[in-house]
């Protein structure tokens, strides 16, 4: 696989109809992607991410297919703290777990790191969402916390975990 990250486009936002509505995609992902259910409720989150200025996002792009597979990025952005909170979002399972979301996460944190002048880059995680923890720990975040039953998926609490990775850090690796 050719995995790039690019600018998200406008024509991007069809992909976002069928994941959307996919639950086991958007299972551990923003609340927000549970009450999504209406063409006219995706088109007009997506329409205001590509508006947002203070949040970096890139799509993850398969180049040799031409296919978008989610998107990836650092919002909640402080000039003040230096520090911003990681996401990603694959939406296409043909490529669940197979390593994107490590790769991905390394060249987005890299880049907060380089570009944005950031310090700290933290995310939350569902505990039950095994792989994205795993991808997370292979990018050397550092877990920091748990905000037990932070989360409400399938009719059950979940634990979220805060993680969080430092510059001095990611310097060293």
């Known amino acids: 696989m050719d995995i790039k990250l690019r600018s998200l486009k406008n024509q991007d936002k069809t992909y976002f ?13 923003l609340s927000i992607f549970q009450n999504m259910k209406t063409h006219e409720d995706i088109s007009l989150w997506f329409d205001n991410i590509l ?3 203070s949040t970096y ?5 398969d180049n040799s297919t031409g296919n978008l597979i989610g998107y990836a990025g650092i919002c909640n952005l402080s000039k003040t703290n ?7 979002f694959i939406g296409d399972k043909d490529y669940h777990n197979k390593g994107i979301g490590t790769y991905v996460t390394k060249e987005i944190i890299k880049y907060g790191f380089e570009n944005l002048n ?3 880059i933290m995310l939350t995680v569902s505990n039950e969402n095994i792989g994205a923890v ?3 720990t292979k990018a050397n975040f550092k877990q920091e916390g ?16 805060i993680m969080g990775i430092l510059k001095d850090e990611w310097k060293n690796n």
Request: glycine residues 4%.
């Open 82 to 88: 230096l520090s911003g909170e990681y996401f990603i």
């Open 134 to 136: 795993k991808a997370y």
């Open 118 to 120: 950031l310090n700290r």
């Open 57 to 61: 996002n890139k799509a993850i792009f």
């Open 17 to 29: 109809f069928s994941w959307l509505r996919d639950q086991d995609v958007i299972r551990y992902s």
């Open 51 to 53: 508006l947002d200025n």
């Open 146 to 161: 748990v905000m037990r039953q932070a989360s409400y998926r399938d009719g059950k609490f979940h634990d979220k975990i």
